[in-house]
């Protein structure tokens, strides 16, 4: 189809952004096919050595090699290549290789080299940036390496700033135009569920969604509060808003690690986000655990926990994985909007930065509106994300306001 056809022109990425099962993955394997096979099996192509990269391993064998759609199902016999799997490479009859490499490990492309690359799913990838970067840095041989990204698109700042590019060239499709190939009952089922709506535009029609109208967040400013890394701090905490159901069906349990550098005045006080630890399905065991495993890793002086859904039983959680960790309790007397309203202020006012890849946070900060969350589901992240901040910067400022009373 013509959204899987490589642009004419002078490009280094080609990204095919697309709904689910529009074709992205038969598209990428064929475009591989064409960069490294000669006219006959035995001949030269336009590439010797090319990269496979996808979110994790596991993925690259199984969609992008040995997928229904893969480069080894696309293959006729005389052109095969074959996959040797204690070096993650196919090879093909003509010299050719093909490496794959996880997204979860930027490192693992430092040294090797290449002359093009295939990038799956690049807008879900935990380290996208980081992974991406190191990509390309290695695609220095041949004349003119070139890499495919395939997608469906998110509301990310690696993908937003790959179409920008100028040497970037984009085909597009909805899920719609590889009917022929799709179950007639999943177009049905997912017609009538999702149509309408930001998540439909996202998975179905392949379009790169915007900020919700009038969030309390946006995309940009959100890149304006991105840091490498973040300072010594004087408080870290943990803030979950915990789910108390179980399950794959479940409501994500919002964990989040923030911490605030507290020199001067509160004006000058600037928060710190520093994970999104966030699990679902879990189960309240599992997410008392996770957030305590947080605590942990990042040295965290305090666990905040809304109690308003479990109420003691929150606390119980907690302390049955660990009886000794300092935990503190809130309860929600406003809505979700009035709560994240002053947090959403100190962003505008520059005095929150976001450290790392916060990704899928950030994505439902961008959903919260001032009449109400526009994403699916419930923004647990965003919940905890609030109560991280009030306990680190809003509560304590409010100190300082106080008047004081002075005693004869």
Known sequence: MPHQLPPDGDWRSWVIMGGRGAGKTRAGAEWVRSIIEGSKPLDKGQCKRVALI????????????????????????????????????????????????????????????????????????????????????????????????????????????????????????????????????????????????????????????????????SSEQLERARKAEAPTLDRVVVAIDPSVTSGAQADECGIVVAGVQMKGPPQDWRGYVLADRTVRGKGPSGWAAAAIAAMDEFGAERLVAEVNQGGQLVEEVVRQIDPLVPFKAVHASRGKVARAEPVAALYEQGKVRHVGDLSELEEQMCQMTAHGFEGQGSPDRVDALVWAMHELMIAPAAQFRRPRVRVL
Not at 167 to 184: F, I, K, Q, Y
């Open 54 to 217: 996808g979110e994790t391993f596991d993925q690259v064998r199984d969609v992008m090699i040995f997928g229904d759609s893969g480069i080894l199902q696309c293959s006729p016999p005389d052109r095969r290549p074959t996959w040797k799997a204690s070096e993650r490479k196919l090879i093909w009859p003509n010299g050719a290789e093909a490496q794959a490499f996880s997204a979860h490990d930027p490192e693992g492309l430092r040294g090797p080299q290449f002359d093009g690359a295939w990038v799956d799913e690049l807008a879900k990838w935990k380290k996208a940036g980081e992974t991406w970067d190191m990509l390309q840095f290695a695609l220095r041989l041949g004349e003119r390496p070139q890499v495919c990204v395939t997608t469906t698109p998110r509301n990310v700042g690696v993908l937003k700033q790959l179409l920008e590019s100028p040497s970037t060239v984009t085909t597009h499709a909805p899920t719609e135009a590889n009917r022929a190939n799709l179950a007639a009952s999943f177009l049905e089922e997912v017609r009538a569920r999702y149509a309408g709506t930001r998540l439909g535009r996202q998975e179905l029609d392949g379009v790169l969604l915007q900020d919700a109208e009038g969030a309390l967040w």
